[in-house]
């Protein structure tokens, strides 16, 4: 099974940009998908972006489109999350997930954490001035 771990995190002010990171290893050919969710205290987890390490294509939340971008690098098994534009209510932890099976792509109606096998623990973000 696919290890994953994020880093990044980090206290930025509002407006600003934090650049996350998802570095996998252990049976790397063990995912297809990395996804992107974030969990904010007393909420729910929110899938926030997702891209397929075939084709590169990709998922954005309506919350963050615009203002994040994924995007990935085969050769290091790691996937990144640019986040430009922060608001106080993207404060959240933010974590990574992996999974053989998925697919993203644009059209997708959400992305859902019951659909990803494997997790890392966690980076935070908070956004505030």
């Known amino acids: 099974q696919v290890q994953l771990e994020e880093s990044g995190g980090g206290l930025v002010q509002p407006g600003g940009s934090l650049r996350l990171s998802c570095a996998a290893s252990?049976?790397?050919?063990?995912?297809?998908?990395i996804g992107w969710f974030r969990q904010a205290p007393g909420k729910e987890r929110e899938g926030v972006s997702c891209?397929?390490?075939?084709?590169?294509?990709?998922y954005y939340a309506p919350s963050v489109k615009g203002r994040f971008t994924i995007s990935r690098d085969n050769a290091l098994n790691t996937v990144y999350l640019q986040m430009n534009g922060l608001k106080p209510e993207d404060t959240a932890v933010y974590y990574c997930?992996?999974?053989?099976?998925?697919?993203?792509?644009?059209?997708?109606?959400?992305?859902?954490?019951?659909?990803?096998?494997?997790w890392g623990q966690g980076t935070q973000v908070t956004v505030s001035s």
């Open positions: 997930a992996g999974d053989q099976m998925m697919y993203c792509e644009a059209t997708m109606p959400s992305l859902t954490w019951t659909d990803f096998a494997s």
């Open positions: 252990g049976s790397t050919l063990d995912y297809h998908a």
């Open positions: 891209i397929n390490r075939s084709d590169g294509s990709t």
